[in-house]
């Protein structure tokens, strides 16, 4: 396979809202760059400086950050009632992220999901998205269209007839799991967007035949989550780097995982052992062992 020439970082959202334990471990690990999540993002508006700083004390970049209708519930890109709210939500996050030299932000689609988006709210989540992508563009953060499941934004024919109706300030950001647990072809979306993918999330499903006592951590809850650490599930990863590879990609790879099966700092650990010795990309930046 040839060379990866991207750069790695880590989702933050493992660690829920332990904002600085999750820089702390993701620095430990060895990553040098991380998605922060948009809650802890927006509480340095106009102290960007200081976020910098936490950034620096930790040795990591700001990748990126989840936007788009996400973060409030019941709003979608589809209802136009929403559509200013969308806007100057986003725009403030890409203002801080651009402060922080991050120069993508992940559009996230509105929940949950009630039925398959009709021809008149792909028509109005694109309008929303097309005006929001501008207003970020400004900032030199480019926004990007992310695929997800229980969402408005699910299937294969609803991202196709919403990219149609996108301008070229609207990019991708495919995530393997999301995109699978649709039933897509992750390698056939990324070659089919070669031109627009600017942001990838590395993400894992569950096995189907996964159960709950195969992870003790998780005992005592009512089921298992629906994403696992990489490797662990059944998504075939070297093709989707082939893809990447073979249309020049050459941005962020984030590894994500939602809710850990042990705890953060073990979850993300596997992660980047599969990404380094299965996938053959360099993770660590700075000590053999990740610690600093």
């Not at 990748?63 to 929403?82: C, I, L, T």
């Not at 096995?207 to 696992?228: H, K, Q, S, T, Y």
Request: aromatic letters at 8%; charged letters at 25%.
């Amino acid at each position: 396979m040839t060379a990866f020439k991207g750069k790695v970082a880590v989702h933050a959202i493992t660690w829920g809202h332990d904002y600085l334990l999750g820089f702390e471990e993701a620095a430990a690990l060895g990553y040098t760059a991380i998605e922060p999540w948009p809650t802890f993002v927006l509480q340095f508006e106009n102290r960007e400086n200081e976020l910098q700083e936490t950034l620096d004390r930790y040795g990591l970049r700001m990748s990126g950050v989840y936007g788009g209708a996400s973060g409030e519930s019941g709003r979608r890109f589809a209802d136009p009632a929403k559509r200013s709210d969308i806007v100057l939500h986003n725009e403030k996050l890409a203002r801080i992220a651009a402060r922080c030299g991050a120069s993508h932000i992940v559009f996230g689609p509105g929940g949950p999901r009630n039925a398959p988006a009709s021809p008149e709210e792909t028509k109005q989540a694109a309008i929303t998205i097309n005006e929001a992508a501008k207003r970020t563009l400004e900032y030199g953060v480019k926004a990007c269209v992310h695929p997800h499941l229980w969402t408005e934004l699910q299937d294969e024919n609803e991202l196709d007839a919403l990219m149609e109706l996108c301008g070229p300030e609207v990019y991708f950001a495919p995530d393997t799991a999301h995109l699978a647990g649709a039933g897509m072809d992750v390698p056939a979306i990324v070659r089919r967007y070669r031109d627009r993918v600017a942001y990838v999330h590395l993400k894992d499903l569950m096995p189907a035949e996964a159960r709950i006592e195969d992870f003790p951590m998780l005992m005592g809850n009512e089921a298992l989550p629906v994403f696992c650490e990489l490797g662990l599930g059944p998504i075939d990863f070297p093709p989707i780097i082939g893809a990447l590879n073979e249309i020049g990609y050459d941005g962020w790879l984030t590894v994500e995982i939602d809710r850990s099966t042990s705890t953060p700092y073990n979850s993300l650990r596997i992660c980047r052992d599969f990404v380094e010795q299965q996938l053959g990309i360099r993770v660590r930046g700075v000590a053999e062992d990740g610690r600093r």
